[in-house]
Every structure is written in C-alpha cells, then in structure tokens.
C-alpha cells in the first residue's frame, strides 16, 4: 500500500526531507556522530521536554539500534556452521536511511495529501497501545532502554513508523484516496515536511509502564491476533518464525493467488507488510524456510494452472526480494517438501501437474545461488503431500498420497544423507497406517507424525501416529487415549517438551479449532483449552515462538485473516 504513495511523492518528500532535517548532514562523513548517539543511549536521557529536534543523522543512528534488539533475537539455525554475523554485515547504512526515510514519506503524506497529520497524542497513544497490547514485553523492555528510555526518541522513531504505516493502510482499506493533488512544488513539500518533523517538540511525553512481566502469557490461554493492518484473508499460505516476528507469504484468497504478505511483531503487537518489489509471482502451496538471515520460498502453483519452479530470497531486515536461480533448478511443482540444513534448502516430491508425481528434489545453495540434483538411487517412491524433517544430518520423508490405477496412501519413506547424497528406506515395521496431509516434528531425537486422511471408498480421518527413532529405524505407536478427533490440513508444532497440534477438517466439511499437546515423555494427551481460541478452520499456519504457538490464516468456508497465540510453558528446553 504504501509503495503506491512512495511512488507518486517520493522525490517531492524525501527533497523537503532533507531540506529540513540535514543542515549539516554529510552522509558519507557523518559516522562519529552516529558514534556519538550509540554512546548516548547508555546514558541517562536527557527529558524530553528539553529536546529540540532530530536530525536524519539522528533517526538513522536510533533507527541502527531498533534493528539491533531485532537481530539479537533472531534465530540463527543450529544447523548452520558459521557463527552469526553482526548487524553490520546484513544491512548497511544506505538501507538504514531508506527505512527512515520510507517513514517519514508516510507522516508526510497523511499530512499533506489526507489531511491527517501525525499528532502528539497520537504517538503518546501510540505508546501506551504497544505498552498494554504487547505480547513480548522484554523485547519491549530492550527496545524502549536501547532508546534511552526517553519517551521522545521512543514517540518518534519507534512509535512514528507503526503509526504511519498502520493509518496509511487504515485509509486505503477504506477506499480513502489523496484529497488534494499530489504534483505539488518543492517548496510546499518542504514547509509541511517541517511540520511532520517538529510535531511532536512541544509536548511533554510520558514513558508508558510496561505492567505484564509475562506479555499475558498464562499456559494453556488463547489471545487473538490483531487484524489491524493484518494480511489479506488466505490459506495454502507459508510461515516462518524469525525469533522476532512471523513472516506469511503467499497463498490463495477470496479471488486471487497472493505476493502479498505480512510481518507479526509481537513485541509492539503489530503487522508490517512486506515489500512487493521484486518479489516472486503470487502462488499457493509453495515451501519457505528460515535460514537465520532470509526466508527462502520456492516452488507452488499460481493462476493459469502454472507450476512453478521460480522462488525468492526476502531478507526482514531490509524488506527486500532477491530471486533464486532457475539454472539446475529442479522441476516445477507444489505439494512437495523443504528443509533447511544450515547451508542448503532440500525440497522434494510433490507434483508436476493435477495428476502425476515426483520422486526428484534439488538442494539450493543461497550462498551460491545454485542448485544440485538429490539422487534417485533408492529413493523413496514419488509422492505428495507427504512430509519431511531435519535432524541434523538427514531429511526423513514419510507418507504421502500417490494415484496410478488405485490411490496410494503411503506409510513408507526415506532418510537423505546430503553429505553422500544417499537415500536409506524407513522401516515399515509398527510404521503408522499409510496416510498423506499429515504433520510431522522433529524433537532433536525422533521424528513424531500425527493424523491425516486415508481413502479406501470412504474417507478416514486419522487421529493415530507415530514415533521413528533414526538411530535405531524403529517406530513405536503414539497413544490414542484423551487423543484430539481425527484430521488432516491441521498443525503441528514442537514446543520442546511436548508436540501441540491444532486446527484442521474432519470428513473435508467440518472445520476444527480444537487441538491437543502431546507428551513424548508419558505418552499422553492433553486437550488445548477451547476458550477465546481462533474460529474453526484448515490449511492456516503455525509457528512456535518459544512460548507461545501463534496461529493464522486459513479456510473455514471464507478466507481468513484473523488468527490467536496459544500460551503453553514447555518444561524442557527446546531442540
């Protein structure tokens, strides 16, 4: 939404930027004052009240400090062998400005083409709303200390961007268009650019108290999603949890494929769309992997029956697409799987077209950006929505459906060893029944799978499963007593101590939103709580953010965008 402002007014604003803002600003030179200001934060602020204004040089420097409390919680795979690499390495100084600047191109044109200046009691509100509402107040904590705790620099350069952005979409939502012409002359731009700037200098903020020590995190609760400046309703959509935000790409609405898609904050309770430019053709039932600096997503089905074997790069933190390789890349297709290794992402299976199937995968190199084939010498049979997992040094694939004369409803599989580029078989002995649209985790031992849907003449939604131990090739039963109803298109995360599964249909007619947590350690089930849980649905998305499962998405008839945080206190550390 808001590229489409950026576009129209992008030279008229950013030149009363800078007109206004840098008096003395040389950005080439400028770097023992952005030194400076890092050194202030570890000061006591000065108050607010006695602040006069910021320069860019200013915002650019507390604009570096946000992304740092980003990047310090975001997950760097134990998968990967290199160590995690400073800020300064993903993102420069250039891409720092640009996220200034795109804010302030925001403020200035609420004000000068809606009318709707920025007020400072708007941010103050602002403040208060990510204070009550957030959902990781000690990343909250850390944002607000990294900003000196002072409510000024607080209001504008962490407060100001969600504002703009979420007022802009409001707008738009609401078929709210620019109410006086765009093409006005620079000078203009320059006056009430001083004005978006200083807005905020004669008020006397307050730092919002930040009460709830647990972000409302009481185990076993559910809090919904905010829908503000949420992504369009969809399902067959993709999520990755970054270890600051959940990313959804993608996916199938009311009367379209997707490129569209969102960034969760849970820290300031808040949705960020990602940036269309050069992002990959809009698709649905495609993969997506966190590498620990970028999501990759590959692969899926867009409009006019396409399969597609084209996918992109998207970094979070500069909001950016870069395109994967077509060169070696493996055939077009959807339904099919993807791992990340540490190094590589490993896809496989899934189909070609409406009616055949692939036993082929490619493994891609982002360092590269080059692919190489994975064997097919003793490769496990092709097939669809089967699943698959990394344990640390192989890709199990289990399950999945296939049709030639009869429908195969599959209980074999495979271990890939990259390394050797070698396929070894899953023992079929006590495996579970043969079944496709499944879930599967990894506990950093053994690989649990659950439910699913088996056709033999009548459809059989499963609520049985199983565990397979690679170390020994065994399997053992998952236990059905207290075990959630029988599903498929449902979720399943692993929480450390225990797999939570929730969601799905039953029959492919009735939509679920109950679920259950299981324990690997005693074999048992335990019902999630059904209060304030998200409506019934399937093919949503589920991540786990380390105590919290956020889900989100879906179908239950209609396209859904709304979505909830299950709160469930898992009493082993993670693997």
């Known amino acids: ?11 008229l604003v950013f030149l009363g930027c800078l007109v206004t803002l840098t008096s003395a600003f040389n950005l080439p030179n400028r770097s023992p004052h952005v030194s400076s200001r890092l050194a202030f934060l570890s000061m006591a602020p000065k108050p607010a009240q006695h602040r006069t204004m910021l320069t860019l040089a200013d915002r650019v420097a507390y604009q570096r400090v946000i992304e740092e409390v980003y990047w310090r919680h975001r997950i760097w795979p134990k998968e990967r062998p290199d160590p995690k690499p400073s800020l300064d390495a993903v993102m420069t100084r250039a891409q720092l400005e640009r996220k200034v600047a795109d804010y302030l191109r925001d403020s200035q044109a609420l004000e000068d083409y809606w009318q709707r200046p920025i007020t400072a009691e708007q941010l103050q509100a602002e403040m208060e709303r990510m204070a009550q509402q957030t959902k990781q107040p000690e990343v909250l904590r850390q944002l607000f200390a990294a900003l000196g705790n002072d409510p000024f620099i607080i209001a504008e350069c962490l407060a100001r961007p969600v504002l703009a952005e979420r007022v802009i979409a409001e707008l738009y939502a609401h078929g709210r268009r620019f109410h006086s012409d765009p093409k006005r002359g620079t000078e203009s731009g320059a006056e009430t650019q001083a004005t978006v700037t200083m807005a905020a200098v004669s008020a006397s903020y307050a730092l919002p108290l930040i009460l709830n020590s647990s972000g409302g995190c009481i185990d076993d609760t559910w809090t919904p999603t905010t829908l503000t400046n949420a992504p369009a309703g969809r399902y067959d959509h993709t999520a990755v949890w970054t270890g600051s935000e959940m990313i959804i790409w993608g996916g199938l609405g009311s009367s379209s494929f997707f490129n569209t898609g969102g960034r969760y904050n849970p820290s300031t309770d808040s949705w960020t769309t990602t940036s269309t430019t050069n992002a990959p053709v809009a698709r649905e039932r495609h993969t997506a992997v966190w590498t620990g600096t970028e999501m990759i997503v590959w692969g899926g089905f867009s409009s006019g029956a396409t399969f597609l074997n084209t996918g992109g790069r998207y970094s979070p933190t500069t909001d950016s697409w870069t395109a994967t390789t077509i060169t070696n890349a493996p055939t077009a297709r959807r339904t099919h799987t993807a791992v990340w290794t540490g190094t590589e992402m490993i896809v496989w299976g899934g189909s ?18 080059s692919w190489i084939a994975t064997s097919t010498t003793n490769v496990p049979t092709a097939r669809r929505y089967h699943t698959a997992v990394w344990t640390g040094n192989q890709m199990i694939v289990w399950g999945g459906y296939s049709q030639d004369a009869i429908n195969h409803y599959w209980n074999t599989g495979g271990r890939y060893d990259p390394v050797s580029d070698n396929w070894t078989p899953t023992s079929t002995t006590n495996a579970p029944d043969g079944r496709a649209i499944h879930t599967a985790i990894w506990t950093g031992s053994q690989m649990v799978v659950w439910g699913g849907t088996f056709f033999d003449g009548i459809i059989e939604d499963l609520n049985t499963g199983g565990i397979y131990t690679p170390g020994t090739d065994s399997w053992t039963a998952t236990s059905t007593t207290n075990v959630p109803g029988g599903r498929y298109r449902h979720t399943a995360v692993w929480i450390g101590s225990e797999m939570i599964v ?55 008839g209609g396209y859904v965008n709304t979505g909830g945080r299950y709160c469930a206190q898992s009493q082993a550390p993670m693997a």
Do not use: C, K
């Open 1 to 11: 939404m808001t590229s489409r402002i950026r576009s129209v007014a992008a030279a």
């Open 352 to 369: 070609p077209t409406i009616s055949t199937y692939l036993n082929t995968g490619g493994r891609y190199n982002p360092s590269t950006d």
């Open 502 to 556: 929730w969601g799905g249909t039953l029959d492919d007619a009735t939509f679920l939103n109950t679920g259950g947590r299981y324990s690997l350690s005693t074999n048992t089930w335990t019902a999630t709580s059904s209060n304030n849980a998200p409506s019934a649905r399937e093919d949503h998305r589920a991540v786990w953010t380390g105590s919290q499962m956020i889900v989100w998405g879906g179908y239950d």
